[in-house]
Nanobody
Framework: QVRLAESGGGLVQVGGSLRLSCVAS????????MAWFRHVPGKEREGVAA????????DYADSVKGRFTISFHSARNTLYMQLDTLKAEDTAMYYC??????????????????WGQGTQVSVSS
């Protein structure tokens, strides 16, 4: 069972930036996909960005395209997401997730089997 540990959340002003990290406890293989989701109480958990590890192909929710960038550093076994030009509506708990045997990046919550504990991002206006 892969354990995932997020960090990097915090409080930032509108227009600011953050970088989230997610360290995996085991080797991440090329046929895995990883993703970032976010959750606001009272709403569904939303897929934000996903990456297919071997190909490096990515997918983003429309709400974050051009502002967020997902990446994976294999030597560090770490998934990142750079959050730029943050908006108040980006405030949420952010989770990283993983699924094996994945050939294309996915943003559907039910496709993922491993989850981290989350890191809070709060954007003040």
């Amino acid at each position: 069972q892969v354990r995932l540990a997020e960090s990097g959340g915090g409080l930032v002003q509108v227009g600011g930036s953050l970088r989230l990290s997610c360290v995996a406890s085991t080797v991440i293989y090329n046929d895995y996909c990883m993703a970032w989701f976010r959750h606001v109480p009272g709403k569904e958990r939303e897929g934000v960005a996903a990456i297919q590890i071997g190909a490096g192909s990515t997918d983003y929710a429309d709400s974050v395209k051009g502002r967020f960038t997902i990446s994976f550093h294999s030597a560090r076994n770490t998934l990142y997401m750079q959050l730029d030009t943050l908006k108040a509506e980006d405030t949420a708990m952010y989770y990283c997730a993983l699924v094996t045997r994945c050939l294309r990046p996915r943003l559907a919550r039910d496709d993922y089997t491993n989850w981290g504990q989350g890191t809070q991002v709060s954007v003040s206006s």
